[in-house]
Structures are given as structure tokens and as C-alpha cells.
């Protein structure tokens, strides 16, 4: 599957923004996704992760959990990550990716597509 992220850009802290990331070349609806970001120096982290039914079944690292949101439309072969409350330290390179492995949804080595990265800026 070819996974093609969008969306990000520069926001003062406090904002908001939409990330989107569209799935093309098999069967988006079979795979669970995952956002991850890498901030400038550091390792890439997960951010939140979306079961392939989608819905309710949702999980988030606790430094984004309140403000950020992950969605899918299994329809429009698209995944979302909704951000609000944007903190300077949010900044980072935000990565789609897709997987068949929910039980471990947050490890990054687990998923077998990412997308390309869309960069997030923060200003305070």
C-alpha cells in the first residue's frame, strides 16, 4: 500500500491543524494505522493508532491524549489526525503508516507501509 501524508504546516501554539494521509494499491480497510513524528534530533514516536474498523477503538500517546484525534474513512481511503491545543513542542515531522499487528500498534517496527512525512511547526 502507498501512503501518501498532507497537511501539515506553520501554526501558533494554541491552534489547530488537520493532518490527512491517503491510501492507495490494496486494501486500506484491512490495515490498522498509526501516526508517528520525529522531532529535529530525536527518534521517531507514536502518536496515535486507529484499529482497521475504525470507530471508537483509538489509542494515543499520553502527551498528545485530550488534544489530538485519529480518524479514518474507510470509504475515501483516508486516514486523519486532528490536532488541537498545538504546543511549540508538538513540532516534528508527522508520519502515516500502516499495519497488520494491532496488538502492537505503538512499535514502530511493526508496521510494514509509511508515507513520506508532512512537517508540523509550532510557533510560540
Known amino acids: 500500500v502507498q501512503l501518501q501524508a498532507s497537511g501539515g504546516g506553520l501554526v501558533q501554539a494554541g491552534g489547530s491543524l488537520r493532518l490527512s494521509c491517503v491510501a492507495s494499491?490494496?486494501?486500506?480497510?484491512?490495515?490498522?494505522m498509526g501516526w508517528f513524528r520525529q522531532a529535529p534530533g530525536k527518534d521517531r514516536r507514536f502518536v496515535a493508532g486507529?484499529?482497521?474498523?475504525?470507530?471508537?477503538?483509538?489509542v494515543y500517546a499520553d502527551s498528545v491524549k485530550g488534544r489530538f484525534t485519529i480518524s479514518r474513512d474507510n470509504a475515501k481511503n483516508t486516514l486523519y489526525l486532528h490536532m488541537n491545543t498545538l504546543e511549540p513542542e508538538d513540532t516534528a515531522v508527522y508520519y502515516c503508516?500502516?499495519?497488520?499487528?494491532?496488538?502492537?500498534?505503538?512499535?514502530?517496527?511493526?508496521?510494514?507501509?509509511w508515507g513520506q512525512g508532512t512537517l508540523v511547526t509550532v510557533s510560540s
Open positions: 503508516a500502516a499495519s497488520k499487528k494491532w496488538r502492537w500498534i505503538r512499535f514502530r517496527s511493526e508496521y510494514d507501509y
Open positions: 494499491g490494496s486494501t486500506f480497510s484491512s490495515y490498522e
Open positions: 486507529i484499529m482497521s474498523s475504525g470507530g471508537s477503538s483509538t
